[in-house]
């Protein structure tokens, strides 16, 4: 019998000793912190990796995840500067950077994070009017970042942002927002028509006012190609003329050739609409001279006879009847 309690009693406390052993050993996984206590007091805070506590003497008081914590929490009634009663719900984002004050800096962290939250947005609230709390999102979600993170240091525990989920106005002010967001974009559209109908009254102006300019300059382009045309045919006409003239002298004509050529032009005029016309002397001498000589082509007896030219005459005007 004492041979068999010599046996036993080795195997029992040794294994006792291994469950000891094995019972104080512990892994902190990754993204976690132990807070470790020895004798009631805090004694050290265990990182990632395998650690071991001296049986009955260290016991781990608190296991803190360093991940990102979200907490939504619920809607909170405020009242705004104009005595609007409104509910604002917001959620917020934090992180634990030390565990320690963690785990002894408050109670219940939480319960401290949502309090603290919900009178810093009472205060921010009271200072804003309902328009500018709907469209302050930003300025209200930093403020209560700021004050939070402030806070929250003594508990490390570091605010990484807050955002205002939702803002809740009563029933009647949302009818009212409603109704005036209705009358704003009417407006916007009376607007755009308006501003529409006055660019298409503006284009409409400058087409016709490009038209009017583009028929003028077609009427002036073609006063001025007519007007040159005529000036190119004044121009050849009195080309031809002044060429006329230059061959005439230079065939050197005769007297009596510029004679007859006289006579020519003075028939021409007087086969015109004139009442009247002037005779010069020169062209009456000239008339008696060719009236001599038909007749003695005309009387082949007849000897010739030296013909007299007659005297100057003055000019004498002879009227036409019509």
């Known amino acids: ?87 604002i719900d917001t959620v917020v984002y934090f992180q634990i950077t030390d565990p320690k004050l963690y785990a002894y800096g408050v109670e219940n962290p939480m319960a401290a994070i949502e309090n603290l939250s919900a009178t810093t947005l009472r205060n921010i609230i009271g200072e804003l009017e309902l328009d500018g709390t709907l469209t302050s999102r930003e300025h209200i979600n930093g403020k209560i970042r700021i ?101 005439l002298s230079e065939s050197e004509p005769t007297q009596e050739v510029l004679t007859i050529q006289s006579l020519d032009a003075f028939k021409a005029a007087a086969d015109g609409k004139a009442t009247k016309i002037i005779i010069p002397s020169e062209i009456q001498g000239i008339a008696g001279l060719a009236s001599s000589l038909a007749e003695l082509v005309q009387s082949p007896v007849a000897a010739p006879a030296p013909v007299k030219r007659p005297p100057a005459k003055p000019a004498v005007k002879t009227e036409e009847k019509q």
């Open 147 to 247: 004050v939070l993170d402030e806070a929250t240091d003594a508990w490390g525990i570091k605010i990484n942002r807050v955002e205002v989920k939702n803002i809740n106005p009563p029933r009647d002010i949302q009818m009212a927002m409603e109704k005036q967001m209705r009358a704003e974009r009417e407006r916007r559209e009376s607007i755009l028509r308006a501003e529409g109908e006055k660019k298409s009254a503006i284009l409409i102006a400058e087409g016709n006012k490009e038209a009017v300019i583009l028929e003028a300059e077609a009427a002036k382009q073609s006063a001025i190609r007519e007007a040159e045309g005529k000036a190119e045919a004044i121009r050849m006409v009195q080309q031809a003329t002044a060429d006329g003239l230059r061959m």
């Open 1 to 87: 019998m004492n041979t068999v309690m010599s046996i036993i009693a080795p195997i029992i406390l040794i294994v006792l000793v291994i469950w000891l052993i094995v019972t104080n050993i512990r892994i902190v996984p990754q993204a976690h912190a132990y807070v470790l206590e020895r004798l009631g007091a805090y004694h050290s805070t265990w990182q990632v990796g395998l650690h071991f506590k001296i049986p009955l003497i260290d016991k781990v008081a608190r296991k803190v995840s360093l991940k990102e914590h979200v907490i939504d929490f619920p809607p909170q009634p405020v009242i705004t500067k104009d005595n609007v009663t409104i509910e």
